[in-house]
């Protein structure tokens, strides 16, 4: 099952594994290749990462240097040295969501999980509105093979956001990765609906179609993410395979 897992929910986590939080990207040696990213998921990061740095602009001076030490830790390579200045952070201003959300990364990328997953629902409570700390706890939570709390997790964030496509992607990687293939084409049909459009969303469709035996809703599906993104190669090598 996590094997499955694995594969079916990769793309729907490559936004969190990216994602900026408190001035820089997590180190790149545990990002999803780039190639996987649609235009759709880039944009999405590239609003959270101006939104980050907005915020970070707005915090005291003091917390301000902080940041600054995390994000010459993180070029250094020295994940136990960010880890210290942000537990810092968090004792300057215990009510920062985006600090929890980083302190969070740095745990689930050190397979401490449980602790990952604390972080991100302390995330959570302090900005219910934090989109990404949703995606990471249900990644943190699918990582430890508990796949019916992560998908509350996904329910809860789009009952948040009815309109987030990415929140309904994941969820429906899990239901697929659940064994609920009807489930899951339901979900991709409401992300299919939502904003933003995505490529990606379409070829995960497009690849659960195709091992339910629905070869022509397939290529339609594949089709309709190279008409939102003309070129996407994971799209193009689905539709070439179902050409031979």
């Not at 929910?9 to 040696?29: F, N, S």
């Not at 940041?67 to 920062?96: G, H, Y």
Request: hydrophobic fraction near 45%; proline fraction near 6%.
């Amino acid at each position: 099952m996590l094997a499955t897992l694995s594969r079916r929910v990769r793309a729907c986590l490559l936004g969190p594994a990216l994602a900026c939080c408190i001035g820089l990207a997590v180190p790149a040696a545990h990002a999803q290749p780039a190639a996987q990213l649609d235009l759709a998921y880039q944009s999405e990061l590239r609003a959270e990462n101006e939104a980050l740095q907005t915020r970070i602009k707005q915090l005291p001076p003091a917390m301000q240097t902080l940041n600054t030490r995390i994000s010459a830790a993180l070029r250094a390579n020295d994940p136990q040295e960010a880890q210290r200045v942000a537990e810092e952070m968090a004792k300057q201003d215990p009510r920062n969501a985006d600090v929890r959300l980083f302190l969070g990364k740095l745990q689930a990328q050190q397979g401490k999980l449980p602790a990952a997953q604390d972080l991100f629902d302390e995330a959570i409570k302090l900005n219910p509105d934090h989109k990404w700390a949703y995606v990471n706890k249900a990644g943190a939570q699918a990582q430890r093979g508990d796949l019916p709390n992560a998908l509350a997790t996904t329910q809860a964030l789009t009952n948040r956001f009815p309109d987030w496509s990415i929140g309904y992607n994941l969820q429906a990687s899990l239901l697929d990765a659940m064994d609920r293939p009807a489930d899951a084409l339901q979900a991709y049909q409401q992300a299919v609906r939502a904003k933003p459009a995505s490529a990606l969303i379409l070829t995960n469709q497009g690849n659960l179609l195709r091992r339910l035996g629905r070869q022509a809703d397939a290529r339609l599906s594949y089709e309709d993410a190279l008409r939102i993104q003309p070129g996407y190669p994971l799209a193009e090598s689905a539709l070439a395979d179902l050409r031979k």
